[in-house]
């Protein structure tokens, strides 16, 4: 983030809005969060002026725990990232509840339901919407099947869990405390599912695949976990999907499955996939597949006119064509590439600063490489986190190569390593390759891991995806680690909350500076503001400095 900046002579980007160069974001999630924050320093320094569009009611909160709002375990103002009286007190201009619909790249126009905006730059952090299973609705009035009745959309109780609303509406459902069906078997599904059992409500599990996280996992890690949603009182259906909701007087009352079973539901929870909103950007002539098209910088490979100024961030974004991850983190390296690329772009460069001598002091952008903003590729994998009270899954990369398929004669061929000790719910795989052939020294990169019921395994690993590497011996490490009575300490240099690569000792930094709380330390450190569940790690090192 840059520390102070100067306003360029004879901005021509800034004169559509008056020589201040206007930057107006549509979208305001996480990502589009982080945003603003890079761009704080032009802001408050009136180089800049920025405006941003929220769809909901609400500033930006943390998303991907709205999981634990639905079930009562924290507030929605718990999550809360932004407060709009402060942004605005530093001269950003918040629309909540607005609606956005149509964008003019050519005319740099962002038309509202009651106003239109002229930009200098957009950014598109709209984000995505779930995709909606297809079923039919069966329709009864006092307990018969009503022909009568046409069907006009799902009834109440059918729920994509996906914003702040639906999770208060899930939560008033549960307060009746009657039974609940989730749809979908991959990691939102499996903690939803979770989530419910962990309240004491009786929930039926149902996915297409042949176990859960199907996607995410092995086969034989899939089956575990399967065995341990059961044990934690989740009943699961595997190969199984919602064919009918059965509606009494408008609200649900159960599904029938494909299995041919009709299950009591008072709430259908759908977690079958997301799709990104990209339909303001079609429809403004924006490259689209399944995303917004964008290069390593955030920006738009459209070439027609007024499309270099249009940068897209987050779910909604396809950097270089790839399929949006849905993970945070990269979309928050999204967000600081953008802000890197608005500031090159409008010449909102730091000021030279000069030290005792005289000569200038050099600066390393963290999110910029090869000098043209582009954003820096993680060192390692992508690694997923289950959120849950009861039961620890963590996975990145590929894990599904059969091991008894690899040549062991190969030097470069990948080596698959198994543990599973599914009596006591555990399992761990680790996929590598060598670095070097035939050069033990030089370790292992790490291709893909996924552990059940290892805590300790699942935090090694994480942090040896950030890194990329992994040496040989910790295939046999691990297992050890993991029973053993003292619990390994982070290094300063360690990645402690991976969603803002964040490292240990700039938490135990800040704790014995002036942090005292968790929310202290994710003010100051930005750790804990991603999926939370580096918030019990804070909390030691707050109780060892305190």
Excluded at 51 to 61: C, L, Q
Excluded at 123 to 133: N, Y
Excluded at 392 to 421: L, M, R
């Amino acid at each position: 983030m840059s520390q102070s900046v100067s306003l360029p002579e004879g901005l021509g980007a800034g004169a559509l809005t008056g020589g201040i160069p206007h930057v107006v974001v549509i979208g305001f999630g996480p990502v589009a969060s982080r945003l603003i924050e890079e761009l704080m320093p032009e802001i408050q320094a009136g180089a800049l002026r920025l405006s941003v569009i929220g769809g909901e009611d609400r500033a930006a909160y943390q998303r991907i725990r709205i999981g634990d709002v639905s079930v009562g375990r924290v507030e929605p103002e718990d999550l809360a990232m932004d407060e709009v009286a402060s942004l605005e007190a530093f001269g950003v201009e918040v629309l909540l509840g607005a609606e956005v619909t149509a964008v003019d790249t050519a005319a740099h126009t962002v038309t509202l339901t009651e106003r239109t905006l002229t930009y200098t730059k957009l950014v598109l952090a709209t984000g995505a919407e779930p995709i909606l299973p297809r079923m039919s609705v069966e329709l009864r009035r006092g307990g018969r099947i009503d022909s009568e009745l046409k069907p006009t959309g799902c009834p109440d109780g059918v729920i994509a869990l996906r914003d702040m609303q639906d999770a208060l509406r899930i939560r008033g459902a549960l307060e009746k405390r009657e039974p609940v069906v989730v749809l979908g078997g991959g990691v939102l599904g499996v903690e939803a599912a979770l989530a419910v059992a962990e309240v004491g409500i009786p929930v039926t599990l149902l996915h297409r695949g042949n176990v859960p996280m199907g996607r995410q996992v092995d086969t034989d890690a899939g089956m575990l976990l399967r065995r341990e949603l059961i044990r934690a009182g989740v009943d699961v259906r595997s190969a199984c999907d919602v064919k009918t909701v059965v509606s009494e007087d408008g609200e649900l009352t159960a599904v029938r499955t494909s299995l041919g079973e009709k299950l009591p539901a008072s709430l259908l929870v759908t977690c079958t996939g997301v799709k990104p909103r990209d339909e303001l950007a079609s429809a403004a002539g924006l490259p689209v597949k399944w995303g917004i098209v964008t290069g390593g910088d955030a920006r738009s490979t459209g070439t027609q006119a007024g499309h270099a100024d249009v940068f897209a961030v987050g779910d909604c974004a396809a950097v270089d064509g790839r399929d949006p991850s849905g993970l945070i983190a990269p979309g928050w390296l999204q967000a600081e590439a953008a802000a890197a690329s608005l500031r090159q772009d409008l010449r909102l460069l730091p000021e030279v600063e000069l030290d005792a001598s005289g000569a200038p002091v050099e600066f390393h952008a963290d999110a910029v490489s090869n000098g043209a903003g582009s954003a820096q590729e993680p060192a390692g994998l992508d690694v997923v986190l289950m959120k849950s009270k009861t039961l620890n899954v963590a996975c990145a990369g590929d894990t599904s190569q059969d091991p008894w398929d690899i040549d062991p004669w190969d030097p470069v061929a990948p080596t698959v390593s198994t543990w599973s000790d599914p009596k006591h719910g555990q399992y761990l795989r680790i996929v590598t390759e060598p670095v070097s052939a035939g050069d033990d020294a030089a370790g292992e990169r790490l291709l893909g891991f996924v552990s059940v019921g290892m805590p300790r395994s699942a935090a090694e690993l994480a942090m040896h995806s950030s890194r990329g590497t992994i040496p040989v011996a910790d295939r046999t490490a691990l297992l050890a680690a993991e029973h053993a009575t003292k619990e390994a300490e982070l290094e300063p240099e360690d990645v402690l909350c991976r969603c803002a690569g964040t490292t240990a000792g700039m938490v135990q930094e800040a704790a014995e500076s002036c942090c005292r709380t968790v929310d202290e330390i994710s003010a100051e450190t930005r750790a804990g503001t991603g999926c939370g569940t580096c918030h019990k790690t804070i909390e030691k090192i707050l109780a060892t400095t305190s």
